[in-house]
C-alpha cells in the first residue's frame, strides 16, 4: 500500500477540514426549505430591496452582518411620501437627500433574523456582493421568508442543495 508523503498527507487534512469546517452562509427558508445559501463575513452589508407598497417606489434596506446579529443601517428612497418612515416616527435620527434619493440613517436596529411576506408588490429581493435573488421567485407569492445566517460546512451546503 503506497504511503502519503507528509506534504501530501498535511493537504490532505487541510481539504478534509475545510470541507467540514462550519463557515457563515447568509440563508433564506421558506416552510424549513433552503432556498438560498450565500457565504458572508463579518462586516458585509446585505441588501433587501423591495417596491414601496403605499408609493410604489423603489425602496433598498441597507444592513450590516456583526458576526452576531444584523443591524439594519439605513434606508433608502427614491421618493419621499406617505407610509415612508421619518426619525419623528422614531425610526433613524435623520433623513437627508444624496443625489436624487433620501436616506434615512443611523436606524442601527439590531435583528437576529429577518421575516419577508413575498407579494409581487412589494416582489422583495436580497443582494449581497453582486448577487441578487428574487424572494418571490424563490418562494412563490403570500409565503413568510426568513433571512438569517446559518453556520454550516460546505459539505452540509452540498447535500442539502442536491437532496432538498
Known amino acids: 500500500m ?26 433564506a427558508r421558506s416552510n424549513g426549505k433552503l432556498l438560498l445559501a450565500w457565504p ?8 433587501l430591496s423591495y417596491t414601496h407598497s403605499v408609493n410604489l417606489s423603489p425602496v433598498i434596506d441597507v444592513i450590516e452582518w456583526t458576526g452576531r446579529e444584523f443591524v439594519v443601517r439605513k434606508s433608502v428612497f427614491k421618493t419621499f411620501g406617505a407610509g415612508i418612515p421619518m426619525p419623528s416616527d422614531g425610526i433613524g435620527t435623520e433623513l437627508i437627500s444624496v443625489n436624487g434619493h433620501y436616506e434615512l440613517v443611523g436606524i442601527d436596529k439590531p ?11 412589494p416582489n422583495h429581493r436580497i443582494v449581497l456582493k453582486r448577487r441578487e435573488a428574487s424572494l418571490l421567485k424563490l418562494a412563490g407569492s403570500g409565503k413568510v421568508v426568513e433571512i438569517e445566517v446559518t453556520r454550516m460546512s460546505v459539505v452540509t451546503r452540498l447535500y442539502i442543495l442536491i437532496f432538498h
Open 40 to 47: 458572508i463575513r463579518v462586516g458585509e452589508m446585505v441588501e
Open 2 to 27: 503506497p504511503r502519503l508523503s507528509k506534504s501530501a498527507a498535511v493537504i490532505a487534512t487541510l481539504v478534509l477540514f475545510g470541507l467540514f469546517w462550519p463557515t457563515a452562509y447568509l440563508t
Open 111 to 121: 435583528m437576529q433574523s429577518i421575516p419577508v411576506m413575498t407579494q409581487t408588490v
